[in-house]
C-alpha cells in the first residue's frame, strides 16, 4: 500500500472555510478519480506560533503506478483549485509513502 500524505499550513483566518471545503468537496474530488482507496484528515497537534494550523490529509492507493497516474491526470486541476480559493494563505507539501506493517496494543484488544 502507497500512502499520499499531503500536510497543509493554513492562516487561521481560514481555518473553517478550509476545512469545510477540504471535507466537502477536495477529499472526494480526489477519491472519485479512482486512484485512491481512502483518505484520512488529521490535525497536527504541535503548534505552530504564527497563528497557523498544520493538516494532513492520508490518501491511500494500492500501486506506484496509480499515483503516478493521478499526479499525470489529476493532481494539477485539484491543486489549482486550492490556489485560487486560498492563495497565498497555505503552504503544503507532499510526501510519498509505503506502508510496511502494522502493529496493535495488546492492551487495545481486551
Known amino acids: 500500500m502507497i500512502i499520499y500524505n499531503v500536510t497543509t499550513t493554513i492562516s487561521e ?32 497537534l504541535v503548534g505552530n506560533e504564527n497563528d497557523e494550523i498544520t493538516y494532513a490529509v492520508q ?14 491526470e489529476d493532481a494539477p486541476r485539484l491543486q489549482n483549485v486550492a490556489i485560487r480559493l486560498f492563495a497565498d494563505k497555505l503552504f ?14 495488546m492492551a487495545s484488544a481486551q
Open 92 to 105: 503544503s507539501f507532499r510526501t510519498e509513502l509505503e506502508h510496511i506493517s502494522e502493529h496493535y496494543s
Open 13 to 44: 483566518s481560514i481555518h473553517d472555510q478550509w476545512v469545510t471545503w477540504m471535507q466537502e468537496r477536495h477529499i472526494p474530488e480526489v477519491l472519485a478519480t479512482g486512484k485512491f482507496t481512502s483518505a484520512r484528515l488529521v490535525k497536527v
Open 59 to 72: 490518501y491511500t492507493t494500492d500501486s506506484k503506478e496509480k499515483l503516478d497516474k493521478y499526479y499525470k
